[in-house]
């Protein structure tokens, strides 16, 4: 392996690892502004306001997007294991 295809590689990686992770993050940081505004709103300062949601909605949406996240480890899994030189 040379530097180039190392190179590609871990690019690869790091944007595979952005695709699976962006999608949660930016839910979370929905619910957080959401949560936050509604707190603004009504003057609740409770830390539990801001935890037990966002540890909700995380959890029901990466329910929902597993089967997707699955799909895209599987390709990029395949991709790698064809991408190895067979030495037979």
Same mark, same amino acid.
């Given at each position: ?24 993050? %930016?839910?979370? #940081?929905? /619910?957080?502004?959401?949560?936050? +505004? ?5 003057? =609740? @300062?409770?830390? &539990? ?5 966002? %540890?909700?909605? #995380?959890? /029901?949406?990466?329910?929902?997007? +597993? ?5 895209? =480890? @599987?390709?990029? &899994? ?11």
């Amino acid at each position: 392996m040379n530097s180039d295809q190392a190179t590609e590689l871990i690019r690869s990686s790091m944007l595979l690892a952005l695709q699976l992770a962006g999608p949660l993050l %930016l839910i979370c #940081l929905v /619910i957080g502004l959401l949560i936050s +505004l509604f707190q603004a709103a009504t003057q =609740l @300062t409770d830390q &539990s306001l801001n935890f037990v949601p966002k %540890l909700v909605v #995380l959890a /029901i949406s990466t329910v929902a997007l +597993l089967p997707w996240m699955l799909q895209r =480890l @599987t390709e990029f &899994s395949s991709a790698m294991i064809e991408s190895i030189p067979s030495t037979m």
